[in-house]
């Protein structure tokens, strides 16, 4: 616990140092390419529009609220794309900065947190691009969208969460990039985002439980709620409590992880 306070007060009194470094990372993904920022989008929305087409043009997919597909993929789809890119990015972090890591005076615990602001950044352009979207739907405005902040919060504390577990290890490991990458693969489809859960409450009704188990189905449930239908989230009392368990078991893990193996990393890289 002292070490989770220590690391929160680096945190906030190196704040600056850390919103630059991240938009440093931010700019630093563009440079040499002709088409810039366009490049971050243009996979994800081609993802969303394959999505788009086999489930809604193909399978006739009908979400279970009155929106056309593509209004119910987005909110779900959306924070996934986020939470990948931090563990991708933040998984390699501690070599693509092993120069800041070798640095007696630099806390690298704070690495992780560069890595999960510059996504954010990306994130919140998306979020903006979503709500136009809505927008041009004719989608009403709700007084919920403002809750994606919490959920966003929520994902970025989730996915740091199990970033300082799969940093560590990588500096030693060099194979869980690919691992993560093959988890990522696998968890897009157990969780309910191209499809809706309730479509196994018949016949499977035990699927519908172990779909929730997994904590990030309470992010993509959050975003939907609070785009789609104006639910908040202390209406799912139980998932959020299940949720924060879960990630704050998972930080304090991660973290011990990290710390232990921390003084070796510089001898390593």
Not at 54 to 76: I, N
Request: charge should be positive; hydrophobic fraction near 55%; glycine fraction near 4%.
């Amino acid at each position: 616990m002292n070490y989770l306070v220590s690391l929160c007060k680096e945190i906030v009194h190196k704040r600056k140092l850390i919103l630059d470094l991240a938009k440093a990372d931010f700019k630093k993904r563009f440079v040499g390419s002709y088409f810039g920022i366009v490049w971050m989008f243009l996979q994800p929305l081609a993802t969303v529009l394959v999505y788009f087409c086999v489930f809604q043009l193909g399978f006739k997919s009908v979400p279970p609220v009155d929106y056309p597909y593509v209004l119910w993929l987005l909110p779900g789809i959306m924070p996934w794309f986020y939470f990948s890119e931090v563990m991708n990015a933040g998984t390699n972090c501690l070599q693509e900065y092993s120069y800041l890591v070798k640095k007696v005076v630099f806390r690298v615990e704070i690495l992780p947190v560069i890595k999960m602001l510059s996504c954010m950044m990306v994130h919140g352009i998306f979020a903006i691009i979503m709500i136009v979207v809505f927008l041009a739907y004719r989608i009403p405005v709700k007084i919920s969208w403002i809750q994606i902040i919490y959920y966003t919060f929520a994902c970025s504390m989730l996915s740091l969460a199990l970033t300082y577990f799969t940093s560590a290890i990588q500096v030693f490991f060099k194979d869980m990039a690919q691992i993560v990458s093959i988890c990522l693969q696998f968890g897009m489809w157990l969780t309910p985002i191209m499809y809706q859960e309730t479509m196994f409450s018949g016949d499977y009704p035990w699927i519908v439980t172990v779909l929730k188990l997994n904590p990030f189905y309470y992010i993509v449930a959050g975003y939907r709620d609070s785009i789609l239908t104006g639910n908040w989230f202390w209406e799912r009392p139980t998932l959020t409590v299940y949720f924060w368990a879960v990630t704050l078991l998972m930080g304090f893990a991660g973290l011990k992880v990290f710390k232990r193996l921390r003084p070796h990393f510089s001898d390593v890289l």
